[in-house]
């Protein structure tokens, strides 16, 4: 397994972009996710690793900015006072509220 595939902490994630620190406890820990429930107090996750819901979920974010980045935007978002970022094909307004997903 790869480093990138196994990101231990933010320092680690920032080598390869934006990375977003999120509670465990807002993401449901799936098949795919080697873990326990009570063993991860964080995921560290990329942005290509998030993706909005079509239901709402726990982790509710609000968009705070949008960049474009050639083919997608990647967008910038706060939940709490943590940033959250994750990549999507279009830009999204400024204020508004989300609910992601991930792959983990």
């Known amino acids: 397994m790869a480093i990138y595939d196994n990101l231990d902490n933010k320092y680690q994630a920032d080598f390869f972009g934006e990375a977003s620190v999120i509670d465990a406890a807002l993401l449901p820990c799936g098949e795919n996710d080697n873990t326990s429930k009570n063993a991860k107090k964080n995921h560290i996750l990329l942005p290509h690793q998030l ?27 706060i939940q709490g006072e943590n940033n959250i970022y994750f990549y999507h094909p279009l830009a999204l307004k400024k204020g508004t509220t989300q609910y992601l997903t991930a792959t983990l």
């Open 51 to 77: 993706y909005i819901s079509e239901v709402k979920t726990p982790l509710e974010v609000t968009v705070v900015m949008s960049f474009y980045q050639g083919n997608h935007y990647l967008i910038q978002t």
